[in-house]
């Protein structure tokens, strides 16, 4: 089996351009690059990573390609891309042309848009998701638990939509649901709506800072990978360390060892889908 985390990130910390980190964050408030990550993945035998967007920026996505050019380990990149901008097509063209095979795929933070419904509702966002999808990429849908509802008309639109070909949608961090409250009713009703749709995928990431950073247990978790699980299948799940987001509640080691242990009922060829077989399928790696 070899293991492939689906969703890490690079960055060289800027304290204006990353205020999303914040005081209680101190922890990883400094660079984070790939020779940090490297001896994580070669301890817990993970051969490949996918490194995702964190700044909305062409910087970024040429930022992360260039890493993923000199690293080997590093198997492809979800950047970003404004997909409402007159110029898609050009950038986009441009990258086809420039980036190798190391772009997989784009992602906007959606869940930093305080009215989505609204950022949506002029059919730009829409437009552009459709043009880059036909030309193969995939795309990470990234929102809070209370946002699932304003993203499902998006999603059901593209997922019933005969003229792409290959619409590879997948969630990142489940969705974010209320771990610290444990109110998870109204997300588990939106995740099982979001599942129903085939192409759609979900990466197990991004739980421990949902609930609560320093006391949480594995138990904390069950009911939400149950949820996932039951809905996705283990053909639709990717392990995901969120890396380095995760260690302001666990360190890389742990968290893949309670994702190893919750899916250990689950077969061998079960196992190795989730833990690396899923991500290489999704990303064309």
């Known amino acids: 089996m070899q293991r492939i985390d689906a969703h890490q990130h690079f960055w060289q910390y800027d304290p204006t351009r990353d205020s999303w980190i914040t005081e209680d964050m101190e922890k990883i408030r400094r660079d984070f690059l790939p020779e940090d990550l490297a001896p994580l993945l070669k301890e817990n035998g993970v051969a490949g990573c996918i490194a995702v967007q964190a700044d909305q920026s062409l910087a970024e996505t040429d930022f992360l390609l260039q890493l993923a050019a000199r690293h080997d380990f590093i198997k492809g990149v979800v950047g970003w891309v404004d997909l409402k901008s007159p110029q898609l097509n050009t950038t986009v063209d441009h990258y086809n042309t420039n980036s190798g095979s190391f772009l997989k ?11 989505l419904n609204g950022f949506l509702s002029d059919g730009l966002f829409e437009k552009g998701l459709r043009y880059i999808l036909s030309k193969g990429y995939t795309y990470d849908l990234l929102v ?22 290959d619409c590879k949608l997948v969630l990142d961090h489940m969705g974010k649901p209320d771990l610290k409250s444990g109110e998870i009713k109204n997300w588990q009703q939106q995740i099982r709506r979001l599942a129903s749709h085939k192409n759609v995928y979900c990466k197990i990431s991004g ?6 950073w320093h006391h949480w247990k594995p138990d904390d978790l069950r009911a939400a990978l149950d949820t996932v699980l039951d809905a996705f299948g283990p053909e639709r799940l990717m392990f995901g360390s969120d890396w380095p987001v995760c260690l302001v509640a666990s360190t890389y080691d742990r968290w893949l060892e309670v994702l190893t242990q919750y899916f250990q009922p689950l077969s061998h060829e079960q196992q190795s889908a989730i833990f690396g077989g899923n991500c290489a399928r999704f990303y064309g790696i």
Do not use: C
């Not at 795929?105 to 009215?115: M, V």
């Open 207 to 212: 739980m421990v800072t949902e609930a609560d």
């Open 144 to 165: 809070y638990h209370d946002q699932l509802p304003a993203l499902q008309p998006l999603v059901e639109s593209l997922s019933s939509d005969g003229a792409i070909k």
């Open 105 to 115: 795929g784009f992602r906007h933070i959606l869940q930093g848009e305080a009215d």
